[in-house]
C-alpha cells in the first residue's frame, strides 16, 4: 500500500503495510523472502515492486491486476508518537489477488518455505471466499508440519462487524504454529479487558503452540503449552511514531527463531528493531548507520 504519513518530508509519501514491513524487516535481516500481493499495472505500481526488490523481496509473486490499483492509508501521529488511520482500499489490487493467475503457484510455493506468515488485516482485505482458502492453505501447510506465524492486528474499519473479525481471528489462531498477538488488539476483537497471561492461554486452548503477548512499552509475554509463561521487559526509548512497531518486532522475533535462537532471545532481538523503529519516523524507515550497526550485532 501506499503510505502518507503526517511527519514526513517530500509529501509524506512511501509504502508500507503491516506484513510488508514485517518482510522487509526479515529481508534487511537476509533472510529469503516471497511476498505474496497484488498491485495495478501503473508507474506508482511499478515503483513499489521495484522498491521492493531493492530491498531484496523475492517479488515473483507480485501480481498485475488489469483494472486496480493499490491501496492507500494515512498515518496521523500525535505529541505522544501514538497514531491513527485512514484507509482507502476499496480499489485496492490486493482485494483481489485471489482471483489473479498465479495465486495456486504461490500456495504452493508457501508449502515449501521454513514459515508463512499472515495477519488480521491481510484476512479483513480479502472478500469472503477468498478470506476461506488462504485460512485453508494456512491449515495445510501447518498439517504437513510447516511453520505458521499469525499476527491478530486489529483495525475496525476493515471489518462489517465484530463478529466476522473474531471469527475469521479464532480460525487463524488455529491454523498457527506461533501466534504474535498485541494485548490491545485482543482486547478490542473480544470486548474483554484481558491480561497477557489470559490472551496466552486463550490462543493456546485454540491449538497455537508459541504465543507471544506484544505489551507495548511493558515488554512481552512469551508462552508454550507445558511450560510456565516468561515475562520479558523491555529497555525504554523516546518514542518520535509508534508506526510499524509490532512489525518490526514480529520480524526480529521471527528471524531469531529461524536461526534457531530460544523464545527469550527471540525476544529480546524484537524489542531490539522495534526500538530502533520507534525513533524514527514511518512504518519501515530507511537503513541508517545504527540500523546497519544493530543488524551487525544480531550476525554476532
Known sequence: MLEYHSGASSGGLRYGGDTLNTAIHLARMGHDVAYVTAVGKDPISDALVSAWAAEGIDTRFVFRHPDRSPGIYAIRVDDTGERSFLY????????????????????????????????????????????????????????????????????????????????????????????????????????????????????????????????????????????????????????VDASGAGDGFNAGYLSARLEGLDPAQAADRGQSLAGWVIRRHGAVPPVDDDLRQLLADFRG
Open 88 to 239: 482507502w482500499r476499496d480499489q485496492s489490487a490486493a482485494r483481489d489477488m485471489f482471483a489473479l493467475p498465479g495465486m495456486s503457484l504461490a500456495l504452493a510455493h508457501a508449502a515449501t518455505c521454513d514459515l508463512a506468515y499472515y495477519s488480521l488485516i491481510t484476512l479483513a482485505i480479502l472478500p469472503p471466499e477468498a478470506r476461506q482458502s488462504l485460512l485453508s492453505a494456512a491449515h495445510s501447510i501447518r498439517e504437513r508440519g510447516g511453520q505458521v506465524a499469525y499476527d491478530s492486528n486489529f483495525r475496525r474499519l476493515l471489518w462489517p462487524t465484530l463478529e466476522a473479525a473474531r471469527a475469521a481471528s479464532n480460525d487463524a489462531v488455529a491454523s498457527a504454529t506461533i501466534g504474535l498477538p498485541t494485548n490491545s488488539d485482543e482486547g478490542e476483537i473480544t470486548g474483554r479487558d484481558l491480561s497477557e497471561q489470559d490472551i496466552a492461554v486463550n490462543w493456546l486452548e485454540r491449538g497455537c503452540i508459541e504465543v507471544v503477548v506484544k505489551a507495548g512499552d511493558r515488554g512481552c509475554l512469551l508462552a508454550r503449552a507445558g511450560s510456565e509463561p516468561e515475562f520479558v521487559p523491555v529497555k525504554r526509548v523516546v518514542m
